[in-house]
């Protein structure tokens, strides 16, 4: 599975799908396409870029070696499409005490200057800078963010969404950028999950990829300067 | 289903999110947006200002919200706002920040068999909740059910049309929690449920437990500043030296609950000493001579021992409002010490109204004034037609009849759904659970409903005892209905729309009750706009919502007040009334006498009583982070204790405290003072939140209400709120 498909199956584990477009995903070969991919992409020092077969085939660690046992039994074993959605009913719903929205602006000062509101330097807030960096830039793009997502134009399913989007127009430098940009805040995110009553372990194998993700190409960064 | 299939799938929008894009032109990074915006505020971005209404409490003054680019960036109090002046107070700053708060409540929520909520569709919870509706009033009567809100401009309309159209007439605002029996005293004496002390202009003012300086209006803080500065004699009767005090001449630590005393022993002192006017008592009172007769039994010397407030100093404040009169009067307050405290609030409010009888100070200059009001004239369109007017009365006006039946007794409704009578309620902006009587009994009561919605922006606790949680627009996210205010020139003012809607799943309260209408079956009663229905109600008073939304606050000058008017006192007599019948039909005396408070501290026992702070509004405030810093920032979540008191019990200040009785025990850290009277504790009364889900205000405090038993004022209805005693002493000691 190629790197942009890695970052849309990602996208669509946290954002609202179907139950067919669920079903074909985790229950088909895609889904063990794109566990593979996924491990392939944390251990690539750049994304998207065209590799040979054999540079490929050397990339071989196996999930274990960024993953817990647990994260890997969850991420080998994806949730149906109910409890998905009741997964989502319970967590993904704010204002809940089981709340644990994936959205970056929850995790960051809500303005370093550009709306300096009352409460500008607070946490936990949504719509904050993030949120109209991410509206604007997919405006620029010539997209549009959903309605759906009008409070969250940072929630984590579009993120990932315009990181495969820029791989597959050939934007591995932007899309590098913004990953290494964007998802510092998952490691608060991936402390939110860890204290949710239920199995969250999925999502969180899911956050570990990213991070690990980031992880990788931040450290290339620094190799490089 | 391919690889090139998944990739396609895109969230979002544009052929660009499931193809691919043209160009990398459009990339920007995060340091460059943010240098590119640097400036926004200052003139870069899209500025638009929108006039709207506060919401962080009742006095919903006006400002002016500005929006760079989408997001509130400033709040500048409305000059024209009769109640801002120019100004908004530290909660309405702070409160701003809950439309963006991660406790919003984004999608309704439905609780499930674990007892956890979850999300559901609106379809769902509409088609449900009408089910039950239906299914209430096909068993047990549309007055089975029930409504409990805390006014607003279009929630005070929605929620009595929606129950109305239903059948019932139980509809409720907090007003047992809040200024129910302070509101029905009066309406026995004077007709009306308040007046307006002219405080900048008056000689003296008394305030019995208010205080403006904590719960904040600033036209009312900036009045007090002015007769200060003038000279005013400024008295603050308050068992505790409340943040008033800066423009106060004196502070009189009266014992709580005994306030009545203090109120007949003055009057005592002016009618046995001849300084009443007598002029204006023989034109416009009935009963005057047997409540005359009556306070020969309350001279200062027998307050003394009731209120702890010596003889010479009520005789004193007696002949100082005697001398001032009529530029003088006793301030109405609102909750305050009498508002709904003990069970003799209702006879204070009503002998409040009586001793500014005395004084002659109805509509004179510095007195007690009856400010005019406007109101939205009859509409011709039949879209606007009341719903039929249920054919039978709110459930408890028989049992308290002097209860105004436009705020009702909600505390009755909540017995009677312990009891099983009531089997539906709803809750629109209102926290009953955690703010209006003992939380253990309410959270039974709830629990035993057949069916409970809450309509909030943030899981109150009384969201948490709700089988289905509907999320409501915050108040910088809707447009809602006129709100009229009386005042010397009254005035009209508008909440508009300021930020659009944040979460796409949440709607505004007048869709939420349209709709809800609509599934059980009343939707003909709300086949209009709130913007039609507002430009409606505007038009009938010469303006249109268009002109109101540009400048936010419109008055009425033709209507302005004139001092030396005649009152005109919506009695049954047309008259002050120092007897009611009323009154004695419910049981009480004709004329305002000594009344016991409910319950009374014995031996180490002290006096619960509770009360604002600046920063906040009882429970509503408390998990907005910045408001909340402050509380800890200056520790402001301590119980006040006398200083001599805590000496005896060997507390030092800032030592932490259980405190305890038979309903509930915590610990918290005491402040110790001479600024307390020696028989009470005072506990702020806006924290002790249980909701975990509000992030911020949970478990910070202590909560009053834990401590209160439930129970309600005889004939008015009132919660009785501070009719608790506690122990406390040292932890570990």
């Known amino acids: ?225 | 289903m391919s690889e090139n299939a998944i990739t396609r799938r895109s969230f979002l929008a544009g052929s660009a999110g499931a193809v691919a894009l043209t160009a990398a032109a459009g990339f920007m990074s995060f340091d460059a947006w943010e240098q590119a915006h640097a400036d926004d505020a200052s003139g870069g971005g899209e500025t638009k200002t929108v006039h709207t209404l506060c919401n962080a409490c009742s006095s919903k003054c006006g400002f002016t919200a500005y929006v760079v680019n989408g997001r509130l960036t400033k709040l500048i109090g409305d000059a024209d706002h009769p109640y801002a002046k120019g100004k908004i107070c530290a909660r309405g700053f702070g409160y701003s920040q809950i439309a963006y708060s991660e406790d919003r409540l984004t999608d309704p929520l439905k609780k499930n068999d674990q007892g956890k909520f979850e999300a559901i569709s609106w379809d769902q919870a509409y088609s449900e909740i009408a089910d039950k509706v239906k299914a209430i009033i096909d068993d047990k009567g549309p007055q089975a059910l029930a409504m409990v809100q805390d006014p607003r401009p279009s929630g005070k309309y929605y929620t009595k049309r929606f129950m109305n159209a239903l059948g019932s007439a139980n509809v409720y605002t907090h007003g047992a929690a809040c200024n129910l029996s302070k509101e029905s005293g009066m309406t026995q004496a004077i007709g009306t449920g308040s007046y307006s002390s002219d405080v900048a202009n008056a000689k003296m003012t008394m305030f019995i437990g208010r205080s403006y300086a904590d719960a904040i209006r600033p036209s009312s803080v900036a009045a007090l500043q002015k007769a200060h500065e003038k000279g005013s004699h400024i008295v603050l009767v308050d068992p505790r030296c409340s943040n008033s005090r800066v423009f106060a001449d004196e502070w009189v630590p009266i014992n709580p609950g005994t306030d009545l005393a203090l109120v007949l022993a003055m009057s005592n002192v002016l009618v046995a000493r001849g300084l009443y006017d007598k002029e204006f008592v023989a034109a416009n009172t009935v009963g005057f001579d047997e409540w005359a007769r009556a306070l020969a039994e309350y001279p200062p010397e027998w307050a003394e021992k009731v209120t702890g407030i010596p003889a010479t100093t009520i005789s004193r404040l007696a002949v100082e409002f005697a001398e001032a009169a009529p530029a003088a009067s006793i301030e109405p307050s609102w909750r305050g010490a009498f508002g709904c405290s003990y069970a003799n609030s209702g006879e204070t409010a009503r002998a409040i109204c009586l001793f500014n009888t005395l004084l002659g100070c109805w509509n004179q200059k510095g007195g007690a004034l009856f400010t005019p009001s406007v109101s939205a004239g009859k509409l011709a369109d039949e879209r606007f037609a009341d719903p039929k007017k249920p054919e039978d009365k709110l459930l408890g006006s028989a049992e308290y009849p002097l209860a105004l039946s436009s705020m009702g007794t909600n505390l009755f409704a909540a017995e009677q759904a312990k009891e099983g009578n009531v089997k539906g309620m709803f809750f629109y902006n209102s926290n009953m659970a955690a703010g209006y009587s003992n939380t253990a009994y309410l959270a039974d009561a709830l629990s035993n409903l057949d069916l409970c919605v809450v309509v909030d922006v943030q899981m109150s606790e009384t969201a948490m005892l709700a089988d289905y949680v509907l999320p409501d627009t915050s108040y910088l996210e809707r447009l809602e209905l006129p709100e009229f205010i009386g005042g010397k020139v009254p005035a009209v003012a508008l909440r508009d729309q300021v930020l659009e809607k944040i979460h796409p799943n949440t709607k505004p309260v007048d869709e939420i009750f349209a709709e809800l209408a609509e599934a059980c079956g009343v939707g003909e009663y709300f086949r209009f706009g709130v913007d039609e229905l507002a430009d409606a109600q505007l038009q009938t008073v010469g303006l249109s919502l268009d002109t109101l939304k540009q400048t936010g606050t419109a008055h009425f000058p033709e209507k302005e007040f004139a001092y030396g008017t005649a009152p005109k006192f919506k009695t049954p007599t047309e008259k002050v009334q120092f007897t009611s019948e009323a009154c004695e039909k419910a049981g009480l005396s004709p004329y305002p006498v000594w009344v016991e408070p409910a319950t009374m501290p014995m031996g180490d026992e002290l006096r619960l009583v509770g009360g604002k702070q600046a920063i906040h509004s009882h429970t509503q405030t408390a998990n907005i982070e910045d408001l909340m810093q402050i509380t800890k920032d200056y520790d402001l979540t301590r119980v006040w204790l006398n200083a001599d008191v805590a000496k005896r019990l060997g507390i030092e200040d800032g030592d932490e405290v259980e405190v305890s009785n038979t309903q509930h025990t915590g610990r918290v850290r005491a402040k110790v003072t001479q600024r307390m009277n020696p028989t009470a504790l005072y506990m702020p009364s806006h924290y002790g939140c249980s909701s975990p889900d509000q992030h911020t205000a949970f478990d910070v405090g202590l909560r009053q209400m834990d401590f209160v038993p439930f129970h309600l004022e005889p004939a008015y209805g009132g919660a009785m709120t501070q009719e608790a005693v506690v122990t406390v002493k040292k932890v570990g000691a």
Request: glycine share 6%; hydrophobic share 45%.
């Open chain 1, 1 to 225: 599975m190629e790197d942009e498909a890695v970052f849309s199956v990602l996208a669509q584990c946290f954002g609202p799908v179907d139950e067919a477009a669920w079903s074909q995903l985790s229950k088909g070969p895609l889904w063990s396409d794109f566990l593979d991919g996924a491990r392939r992409v944390m251990q690539a020092d750049e994304l998207g870029a065209l590799e040979a077969p054999l540079a490929r085939a050397r990339r071989r660690c196996p999930l274990q070696e960024f993953l817990s046992s647990g994260e890997v039994n969850a991420l080998f074993t994806p949730p149906t499409y109910a409890e998905k959605q009741a997964f989502a009913a319970r967590h993904f719903a704010g204002g809940l005490p089981e709340s644990a929205m994936p959205v970056e602006s929850l995790y960051r000062t809500w303005s370093t200057g550009a709306a300096p509101a009352p409460f500008s330097q607070q946490q936990g807030l949504y719509l904050g800078d993030s949120a109209h960096y991410m509206r604007e830039l997919v405006e620029r793009f010539g997209m549009e963010v959903p309605p759906a997502f009008a409070a969250c134009p940072d929630h984590l399913a579009l993120e990932l969404d315009l990181v495969a989007v820029m791989l597959r127009s050939g934007m591995r430098e932007e899309a590098r950028q913004f990953l290494t940009e964007r998802f510092a805040w998952l490691t608060a995110y991936r402390m939110r999950l860890l204290t949710l009553d239920d199995d969250a372990r999925f999502y969180i194998g899911l956050v570990d990829v990213i991070v690990t993700i980031r992880a990788q190409l931040t450290m290339a960064d620094a190799a490089i300067a």
